[in-house]
C-alpha cells in the first residue's frame, strides 16, 4: 500500500524561498509506471497541479504559474520527492499535497492521482 507523508510547510516571506519533502513508501514491484506530482490548494479554490515527475525515468512538468521558480526532483534513494519553492509569492500559500498515479505520462490532472498525502501547509503574507 502506497503512503505519502509531507514536510517541509511553513511562513516565508514574499521572494522566499522552502523546499518541500514527500518520502513515499509502500510501492508496488510490480508497477512499471506512475507518476508523483505536488498539489496546492487554498481556501475556496480548486486543488490546483503545480508540478509531477514520472517514474522511472524523471520526466517533469510544472504549472504556468510556478515555471522557472518551482523545480521538481526525486532524491537519490528515489523514495524521496522534493519541491523546491523560490521566489514566494502570497499566491503561492495554500495546502500542499504530494499524490501519485498510476500513469503513463506526464499530468496535472488530479483525477488521474489515487493516492494522496495529508499535506503541508505554505503561508506566504502580502
Known amino acids: 500500500q502506497l503512503q505519502l507523508v509531507e514536510s517541509g510547510g511553513g511562513l516565508v516571506q514574499p521572494g522566499g524561498s522552502l523546499r518541500l519533502s514527500c518520502v513515499a513508501s509502500?510501492?508496488?514491484?510490480?508497477?512499471?509506471?506512475?507518476?508523483i506530482g505536488w498539489f496546492r490548494q487554498a481556501p475556496g479554490k480548486e486543488r490546483e497541479g503545480v508540478a509531477s515527475?514520472?517514474?522511472?525515468?524523471?520526466?517533469?512538468i510544472y504549472a504556468e504559474s510556478v515555471k522557472g521558480r518551482f523545480t521538481i526532483s526525486r532524491g537519490s534513494d528515489k523514495n524521496h520527492i522534493y519541491l523546491q519553492m523560490n521566489g514566494l509569492k502570497p499566491e503561492d500559500s495554500g495546502a500542499y499535497l504530494c499524490?501519485?498515479?498510476?500513469?503513463?505520462?506526464?499530468?496535472?490532472?488530479?483525477?488521474?492521482?489515487?493516492?494522496w498525502g495529508q499535506g503541508t501547509q505554505v503561508t506566504v503574507p502580502s
Open positions: 499524490a501519485s498515479g498510476p500513469v503513463h505520462g506526464r499530468t496535472l490532472n488530479p483525477k488521474l492521482y489515487n493516492v
Open positions: 509502500g510501492f508496488s514491484s510490480t508497477l512499471e509506471d506512475y507518476i
Open positions: 515527475i514520472t517514474i522511472p525515468d524523471d520526466q517533469t
